[in-house]
């Protein structure tokens, strides 16, 4: 998980980190130190998986914590790797800042971040190493990809354009895109090698018949069985990250791999208007999840079917969850920019009361009954052309970061003992 997701997702763990447990259970027997994953000519222990997990369930992360640790910890050796060649280095003083920066989420110096956290059971050089790979991987991101991410005046009138934040005496119009989709699963050791070899050929696609054949070949989404189309969404319902892309696309063009949870995603667009009303832009969503066990089984999707025949808001859903455990139900209100990727991906899909059921958990058993709740809409303010040129940046060197952890990945050799 990139340091800039991790530090929207402390924010959910501030008040959780004024009563963490005193102790983390005792660590699995055996040599802790013993390598679980080899990555080119790097290690990973099992103590640093046990540390990194604990690191994450204190921070409420969203997905196994242990996959989500795994999973990481390899990235980070790959990004260690690109940082060693390009000769990128960190500093002390930007670990610092970047623990600071980190630690002042939760209204907590860099200092009493560690003793704070290490009362739960993590050992500050975790904490320090998984900043210290958040500031390389930024280092080398842009030595390698910052002269190509700068952003012309013509794409910012453009951004602005189909973003519909113009000032015109008529109001601004919106924008609605047709796109299609391909989730490829990540969810296991297995199928993260198989989703980094298909990648580059995803990627690579220039026609929206080849998607639609790769979608119905290769996606985990249950859009696949239309060849991964979906209908009219709403330009700025879309995550900024693919939102930020999209601006840039022509008819055909593909955006991705993105990271979301248990997955990598690609997005192509097939069609773009404006649609003549308001634009508006969301700044808080309210979202509910139902969870059903028994994942994609028939059983499953029938309770999700009976369900959405006898609810219309998402106050209906505690009539559904009356007597069951507390854990089945879950609504929250949070901004746009800390929703998790797959989530946000399918709440821009739905309007106010509609009902999602392409998620499951990171384990495949359990259905996500997802229902949009409400969006609360941004008040107008003056275009700031700055703030957007940064926006398009940042979104075009996430969107490059991506694709070369995945291009890492692909040429990496990763042995699990």
């Known amino acids: ?6 530090v929207s997702a402390i924010l959910c763990a501030a008040l959780a980190l004024i009563a963490l447990p005193a102790a983390w259970p005792a660590q699995a027997q055996g040599n802790l130190f013993a390598p679980v994953v080899k990555v ?6 099992q103590y640093e998986v046990n540390q990194r997990a604990r690191f994450y369930e204190v921070l409420n992360a969203p997905g196994d914590p242990v996959e989500q640790a795994m999973k990481t910890l390899v990235n980070e050796r790959l990004q260690l790797d ?27 110096s860099g200092e009493e971040f560690v003793a704070r956290i290490g009362e739960a059971g993590v050992a500050p050089e975790t904490i320090r190493d998984f900043v210290r790979a958040g500031v390389l991987w930024r280092g080398v991101v842009r030595a390698k990809f ?9 794409e910012i009138d453009r951004a602005i354009a189909l973003a519909s934040q113009t000032g015109e005496e008529t109001g601004p119009s919106g924008v609605r895109v047709l796109l299609s989709e391909i989730f ?17 050929q995803i990627a690579r696609i220039d026609t929206i018949e080849e998607f639609a054949a790769a979608a119905r070949r290769y996606s985990a989404a249950p859009s696949r069985e239309q060849g ?26 593909v955006v991705g791999p993105i990271q979301v949870p248990n997955a ?20 808080a969503i309210e979202f509910a999840r139902f969870f059903i066990p028994g994942g994609r089984t028939e059983k499953a999707l029938a309770e999700a079917r009976r369900i959405e025949a006898e609810v219309d808001t998402c106050d209906d859903l505690y009539g559904i969850a009356k007597g069951l455990p507390e854990e089945r139900l879950m609504r929250d209100t949070l901004p746009v920019d800390q929703i998790a990727g797959d989530i946000a991906i399918e709440l821009a899909k739905l309007d106010q009361g509609e009902v999602s059921t392409a998620l499951t958990t990171a384990d495949a058993q359990t259905l996500v009954f997802l229902m949009l709740c409400g969006r609360t809409m941004a008040l107008e303010a003056e275009i700031d052309r700055d703030q957007i040129r940064q926006q398009l940046i940042n979104q075009r060197l996430a969107s490059y970061a991506s694709g070369y952890l995945a291009e890492l990945r692909a040429d990496a050799y990763i042995e699990y003992p």
């Open 82 to 108: 690109a940082a060693e060649r390009l000769g990128v280095e960190a500093t002390e003083e930007e670990i610092e800042a970047g623990l600071d920066e980190f630690a002042a989420r939760a209204n907590l």
């Open 228 to 253: 991964g189309r979906q209908g009219w969404i709403d330009l700025n319902n879309l995550p900024s990250e693919i939102r930020g892309q999209v601006v840039g696309l022509a008819p055909g063009d």
């Open 146 to 154: 910052g002269p190509r991410a700068q952003v012309t005046e013509s």
């Open 264 to 283: 990598l995603a690609f997005f192509q667009l097939r069609a773009l208007e404006e649609t003549g009303a308001p634009a508006e832009n969301a700044v």
């Open 184 to 200: 490829l699963p990540t969810n296991s050791p297995e199928n993260e090698a198989r989703a980094q070899q298909i990648a580059p």
């Open 40 to 45: 080119n000519d790097r290690v990973v222990t």
């Open 1 to 6: 998980m990139p340091i800039s997701r991790l």
